[in-house]
């Protein structure tokens, strides 16, 4: 049989996913949205890409919660995003109200599903998701450690004049400006990318890496990127569909793992049929781990701040 996956929030992000999901032509996808007509006009346009492009024109778009039944994996999208000069951290009274209230509709629809959780200021919005859907921790993920580490190997692969397939990387911690690129873990076809490039220069990567979303928010005005979280969605339903077991950086809650308990932030990540399989602690210098945890502090502090809104 095949599967179903439901993106909720059909925007920029959600949209640009249901597309490359139903590319992959392995499940049904079904595309929820509060504004009339869009979601329905969105996926007849997609179905009618099927033919051409090969695959079955088995999209759906629809205003309510009823096609969303019986989901494999559900993709949270819905939400502000941000605009010129506005902090992820800024949106979170509003989208904690939104996820909050989608969580509840798709979870009580489809009680067995993995939720991957999309809409900002990440971290913070995987706890709400965790929190109402009563949901095991092994079934509630959020993906940004994808996008950071594929903006930052992007970066390294224009630096050296090289094909980014061959550039690995890991960015860890909060989606946030305290994420942690862990330059340790990266390297150009296995060598360490330190050989390769100086420390000032590579501090400069690092940084524009960090500061890889506000870059294109800043360049489109209004709206922000989704293109690549987009194609790192995919990355991730892909491994869970096809049981691939791939190792990718993901938001997950950790209890104990890099000495963080109770928050969700970006670790590596074995991904499966069954959600989150393993946090992988992969051994990091004393730098890298004081500046994950640091940027665990930063989760927390969203955290807190939730619980007083
Ligand atoms: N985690 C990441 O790395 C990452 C990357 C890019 C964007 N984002 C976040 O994803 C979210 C979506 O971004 P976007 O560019 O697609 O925004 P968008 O404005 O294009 O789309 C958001 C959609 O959510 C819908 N929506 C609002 N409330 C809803 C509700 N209650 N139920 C169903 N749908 C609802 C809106 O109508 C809109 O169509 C933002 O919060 C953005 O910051 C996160």
Redesign the pocket.
């Known amino acids: 049989m095949r599967r179903k996956v439901t993106v909720?929030?059909?925007?920029?992000?959600?949209?640009?996913t249901a597309q490359r999901i139903a590319e992959r032509d392995y499940a049904d996808v079904v595309m929820?949205?509060?504004?009339e007509g869009?979601?329905q006009g969105k996926a007849l346009d997609l179905n009618q890409a099927g033919p051409v492009v090969g695959y079955e024109p088995n999209l759906t778009g629809t205003?309510t919660y009823d096609a969303t039944s019986g989901s494999d994996i559900v993709v949270i999208?819905?939400?502000?995003?941000?605009k010129p000069g506005m902090s992820?951290d800024d949106?979170l009274a509003a989208?904690k109200?939104?996820v909050g209230?989608?969580t509840k509709?798709v979870a009580q629809r489809s009680p067995d599903s993995i939720i991957i959780?999309?809409?900002?200021?990440?971290d913070a919005?995987c706890h709400v998701t965790l929190d109402v859907s009563g949901f095991p921790r092994q079934r509630v993920m959020?993906?940004?450690g994808i996008?950071?580490s594929a903006r930052f190997r992007t970066f390294l692969a224009w630096e050296l004049g090289v094909s980014a397939r061959d550039v690995t990387g890991f960015v860890l911690g909060g989606?946030g400006d305290t994420m942690v690129p862990v330059t340790s873990y990266t390297n150009v076809a296995g060598v360490p990318v330190s050989q390769k490039i100086d420390s000032t220069r590579l501090e400069e990567i690092v940084q524009r890496a960090r500061d890889g979303?506000a870059e294109v928010v800043k360049l489109l005005k209004s709206?922000?990127?989704?293109y690549?979280?987009a194609a790192?969605v995919a990355e991730m339903v892909d491994s869970i569909v096809l049981d691939q077991k791939r190792i990718l950086p993901c938001?997950a809650l950790c209890n104990g793992e890099f000495g963080i308990d109770g928050l969700f932030v970006g670790v590596p990540v074995k991904l499966g049929e069954g959600g989150v399989e393993e946090i992988v602690e992969i051994e990091l210098s004393d730098q890298e781990l004081k500046d994950l945890q640091k940027s665990a502090g930063a989760v927390r502090e969203l955290v807190d701040a939730m619980a007083n809104l």
Request: with cysteine; hydrophobic share 40%; glycine share 14%.
């Open positions: 909720v929030g059909a925007g920029n992000v959600g949209a640009t929820v949205d509060i504004v869009m979601p205003n999208t819905s939400g502000l995003p941000r992820r949106l989208n109200e939104i209230s989608v509709e959780c999309v809409t900002n200021p990440l919005m959020g993906m940004a996008l950071d989606h979303g709206g922000s990127a989704y690549a979280p790192a938001a």
